[in-house]
């Protein structure tokens, strides 16, 4: 499996294809692109004060690393008084000013659209190929639909949560992305792995 991706070159990312058994896909994943994403992060003491004007304007902040999700937005808990915020269906200027708007002069909130790649794994293997190099217990008493985590993937720094019963979804910086997409694919590749949504590499 260590020459699997020797043709390809370290800093580009893994191209879009089936890794290997033919006929198996045990794990899936694909780079979910356009989407706005921007951080949110509460002024010193202003925690309480943001969750409530947030929840007021009809986004409900988890105070911790879980998910929630409403009027097309999805915030992500990444640490005390932060937020990752996503949005599939507007502009990163739209969605810094929608978030601006709701809690003027309580937080700072930063464009991050360019800054991630965004990537959703899901497969009847996916946990097994994951546990190979996520530093959290993945078994679904310990880490189910709604949480979140900020840690590290093979010396990458990541933020992954797990939508549904089915999918996680990975944040993991641009400059980072091919790292973190070798050490998917080799990881899934036993079980046999489709990737999706990032072209030609």
Same mark, same amino acid.
């Given at each position: 499996m260590s020459d699997l991706l020797e043709h390809i070159a370290p800093t580009r990312l893994v191209p879009a294809g089936h890794y290997g058994p033919e006929g198996a896909a045990g794990v899936t994943a694909r780079a979910v692109d356009p989407v706005a994403a921007a951080t949110l992060v509460a002024r010193k003491g202003a925690t309480a004060r943001l969750i409530a004007a947030c929840a007021a304007a009809g986004l409900p902040l988890a105070d911790g690393p879980r998910i929630s999700a409403s009027a097309g937005l999805e915030a992500v808990g990444t640490g005390p008084g932060r937020w990752l915020i996503l949005a599939e269906a507007m502009s990163g200027a739209?969605?810094?000013?929608?978030?601006? $708007?709701? @809690?003027?002069?309580? !937080? =700072?909130? +930063?464009?991050? *659209?360019?800054?991630?790649?965004?990537?959703?794994?899901?497969?009847?293997?996916?946990?097994?190929?994951?546990?190979?190099?996520?530093?959290?217990?993945?078994?679904?008493? $310990?880490? @189910?639909?709604?949480? !979140? =985590?900020? +840690?590290?993937? *093979?010396?990458?720094?990541?933020?992954?949560?797990?939508?549904?019963?089915?999918?996680?979804?990975?944040?993991?910086?641009?400059?980072?992305?091919?790292?973190?997409?070798?050490?998917?694919?080799?990881?899934? !590749?036993?079980?046999?792995?489709?990737?999706?949504?990032?072209?030609?590499?």
């Amino acid at each position: 499996m260590s020459d699997l991706l020797e043709h390809i070159a370290p800093t580009r990312l893994v191209p879009a294809g089936h890794y290997g058994p033919e006929g198996a896909a045990g794990v899936t994943a694909r780079a979910v692109d356009p989407v706005a994403a921007a951080t949110l992060v509460a002024r010193k003491g202003a925690t309480a004060r943001l969750i409530a004007a947030c929840a007021a304007a009809g986004l409900p902040l988890a105070d911790g690393p879980r998910i929630s999700a409403s009027a097309g937005l999805e915030a992500v808990g990444t640490g005390p008084g932060r937020w990752l915020i996503l949005a599939e269906a507007m502009s990163g200027a739209d969605l810094v000013a929608r978030l601006s $708007a709701m @809690a003027p002069s309580l !937080a =700072a909130v +930063t464009d991050q *659209s360019d800054a991630n790649l965004i990537l959703d794994v899901s497969g009847e293997k996916a946990r097994a190929a994951m546990a190979k190099g996520v530093m959290v217990d993945l078994d679904p008493t $310990a880490f @189910a639909a709604g949480d !979140a =985590a900020t +840690t590290t993937v *093979s010396h990458v720094g990541v933020t992954f949560w797990q939508r549904d019963a089915a999918t996680f979804r990975f944040a993991v910086g641009r400059s980072f992305a091919p790292a973190f997409l070798r050490w998917l694919t080799v990881s899934a !590749a036993e079980f046999g792995f489709a990737l999706s949504g990032t072209g030609r590499g």
